[in-house]
């Protein structure tokens, strides 16, 4: 198993055959870790890379494989020198994370900031909800050095800013690990690993925990069906005694990130719903315990696992919502080829990308993607950028021109001079930009908890102050009466008021065709007074159709067509694709591509050619000038004489004026950001009446657009398709992907639009609004019915059973209001 360890013994090792990469038995053998002799008689290996590996002392194992279960084992292959020996002692919890402090081996997870600060990336286990965010960020934000802590919630990663100077990074993960929570260096992989995991050990507590309810209700039915009718003691002991063995297992087991979460932040001072939901479980069983050891009282096994259960099962459909798709997670960095012909010495030689250097020269052959930032050195070409633009044409390029990492070079073969290391390219700056959206998105959760954490103490006082008032009255009902009064209070309506809506919501519209991503996103939405789009794939269809035929001689428009498509049929350039649906003409040969221009091709004696203006005009003077209309015009000639103009351009989705009229007649601003720079942006802004349009915009440009619209305090909404949308997905309150979006697009945006029909987003936006009164009413319900019956449990005349029947009724009246989301959106 991939970064499992293995203790063996030095005569193991040296009776392995050849082709393990270990000393052969004649020489000394050698510690693989700091390179100092095996001690004779050692018994002591680790498993790196597949292969067995010696050590010398336990602290050598323990730094080996700690590098290796992070995933860092590369770093034995890149290191120039053996490691220094660690002292031979078993790390404590601070001294297990001091192999961190090695800059050569941290570099796999940090980055350094201009300012001398560096910022870490950290795979958390154990968070499970915002409250677990809001501590982490609290307490690392308080160390002296920290300047920045930003945990996020969907991949588990924590960013920390910090400076070297004053706090070191073994500092950083002593003081997560202190908090409770397992860490460890972040990497895509490792985090896609932990998530399963952890779903799958949710997954087991979650059917323990339903297995016990149906068990210990078929005992409870039977003991109050006993109550009633009568039933012998020693059958009544019997079945408390065997639902104490089922209830116990699902409070050991299932009911246990209850407790852990609780004391987690009850040791920092913080009070979070998990508190009353633990002490309630706890002191349920606890009496229930008493109750049965003693032979007197009541038992509410029953109580207790069915609260776990409903608990259990909200929070599990809640983090499955958030992290269905995020199993999708881009990795910039691995879109780009694993290997490049760079040049040594005058030839071309295979190198893997990550050895690149500024200044070496790279081969880019038509059809690679470029593997760095680099300044085209030989040849002409063009390269698709969609990645950054988000537009379908290509941008021409030759020597002296910048092409950049992830664009795709789709002509002719580029020499390029490498401009510098991946992560000073213009797509890791990409990347940081989604993950800086993402740190960025608005914090509902958190700021519940922090307004749920006064609720939690209010009921903490009133149960306490009940007990000391009842110890005066009537010493034998005080503990009772205070159980009581903790479990009606028990913020189960509270605490599943929210998930429980936005799960029914999520799941209405994905039978609509809309998936739901992003926990805030429903009720960010509501808000929502500014509906941005992005045009090309969005607003449009995001490919090239052919738009008008313009004769110059007297051919018909399907013989131009045909003789155009047997031309473009030799072309991989965009422009092609629109040509793919009509039948070629037959009898082309000899055809010639000449990049940036066009191609030529012969029909016997007579020569054709298609592409740009002067290409064409150079063999057919009289050609003339395209017409005005703002199209992508192509040319096609015969020998000296003019056939066409072929103008091309990318179709409006037949749905959008229709959602942009109901979107203003909802009272929504309209925007239009797009990245093409040409006359098209605002042309398909005045024919769909949308009032605000920028044009040829980057994606840093539109993030700043929607900060000064948030900072003016209005909500946006986004709606994009493209890689180099999804910055300001993550940047917006809410967020819209097309079914045609890129993965990055999809993984950043809140709503996914499965069918891709634009009719969808202005339904959601209807069912949003829903659903914020349905939290609303859930809300009003749950301290309504908090207000109502806690005096009456704290006067007496709620005995425990009836209170957890009253904590069970209200959480299913909230489950039941939340449920009317299932039906269509009401449109207002």
Known sequence: MAGAWTVISTSTILAMPPSIDVPVAADPLLCYHCGEPVPAGCEMGVVIDAQLRPMCCPGCRAVAELINASGLAN????????????????????????????????????????????????????????????????????????????????????????????????????????????????????????????????????????????????????????????????????????????????????????????????????????????????????????????????????????????????????????????????????????????????????????????????????????????????????????????????????????????????????????????????????????????????????????????????????????????????????????????????????????????????????????????????????????????KTGTLTEGSLAIARVQLLADFSSERVLAIAAALQQYSNHPVARAFSSIEPGPGLEDVVYTVGAGLEARDGDRCYRIGSEPFCRSMAATLPPPPPEPLYWVALCRDARPLAWIGLNDRTRPEAQGVIDRAKAAGLQVELLTGDSSAQGPLLARHLGIDSVRSGLEPQQKMDRVRELQEAGSVVAMVGDGLNDAPVLGLADASFAVATASDLARTQADFVLVDGDLHSITNTWFKARQCRRIIVQNFAWALGYNAFAIPLAALGYVPPWAAAIGMSLSSLLVVANSLRLNGKPQVQ
């Open 75 to 534: 770093f034995y292959q890149q290191r120039t020198a053996y490691n220094q020996r660690p002292p031979e002692q078993e790390f404590a919890p601070r001294e297990q994370y001091r192999v961190y402090d090695d800059p050569a081996l941290a570099a796999g997870f940090t980055t350094e900031e201009a300012n001398g600060e560096i910022t870490a990336q950290l795979l958390l286990g154990g968070i499970s909800c915002a409250a677990c965010t809001w501590l982490i960020e609290q307490t690392m934000v308080r160390v002296p050095g920290v300047s920045k802590a930003l945990v996020n919630l969907q991949q588990g990663r924590l960013d920390i800013r910090f400076d070297p100077a004053r706090v070191p990074l073994s500092e950083i993960f002593s003081r997560v690990d202190a908090l409770g929570y397992r860490v460890r260096p972040f990497h895509a992989s490792a985090g896609r690993q932990q998530m399963k995991e952890e779903y799958r050990l949710e997954l087991r507590r979650l059917a323990v925990a339903g297995l016990g309810m149906m068990q210990v209700g078929m005992f409870a039915i039977a003991l109050h069906a006993g109550d009633i009718q009568g039933i012998e003691s020693q059958y009544q002991g019997l079945l408390r005694w065997v639902s104490l063995l089922v209830a116990s297992f699902v409070v050991l087991f299932s009911a246990r990130p209850f407790f852990t979460t609780a004391w987690r932040h009850l040791r920092q001072g913080a009070l979070v719903m998990d508190l009353p939901v633990a002490l309630a479980i706890g002191l349920a069983w606890l009496a229930s315990v008493w109750a049965t050891a003693s032979g007197s009282g009541q038992v509410y096994f029953d109580s207790v696992v069915m609260f776990t259960f409903f608990l259990l099962l909200g929070r599990f459909l809640e983090r499955r919502v958030r992290q269905r798709y995020s199993l999708t997670w881009f990795d910039a960095q691995g879109t780009l080829p694993d290997a490049v012909s760079v040049k040594r010495a005058g030839r071309w030689a295979l190198e893997p990308r990550v050895q690149l250097q500024s200044g070496d020269t790279v081969l880019v052959r038509a059809g690679d993607t470029v593997p760095a930032d680099a300044e085209v050195s030989g040849g002409n070409s063009a390269v698709r950028e969609d990645t950054f633009n988000g537009e379908p044409l290509p941008r021409s390029v030759t020597v002296g021109d910048v092409i950049y990492a992830g664009s795709v070079n789709v002509e002719g073969a580029l020499e390029a001079r490498v401009l510098g290391s991946y992560l000073d390219s213009r797509l890791a700056a990409l990347q940081r930009s989604v993950e800086q959206a993402q740190t960025e998105k608005p914090r509902l959760a958190r700021l519940a908890d922090r307004i749920a954490s006064w609720f939690v103490g209010a009921i903490l006082l009133i149960t306490t102050a009940t007990a000391l008032v009842w110890s005066q009255l009537a010493p034998e009902q005080a503990f009772w009466i205070s159980l009581s009064v903790l479990v009606i209070s028990c913020p189960c309506a509270l605490a599943l008021a929210t998930p429980a809506a936005l799960t029914s919501a999520a799941s209405a519209l994905r039978a609509g065709g809309v998936i739901v991503r992003g926990e805030n996103a429903l009720e960010a939405l509501a808000r929502a007074t500014h509906l941005i789009f992005d």
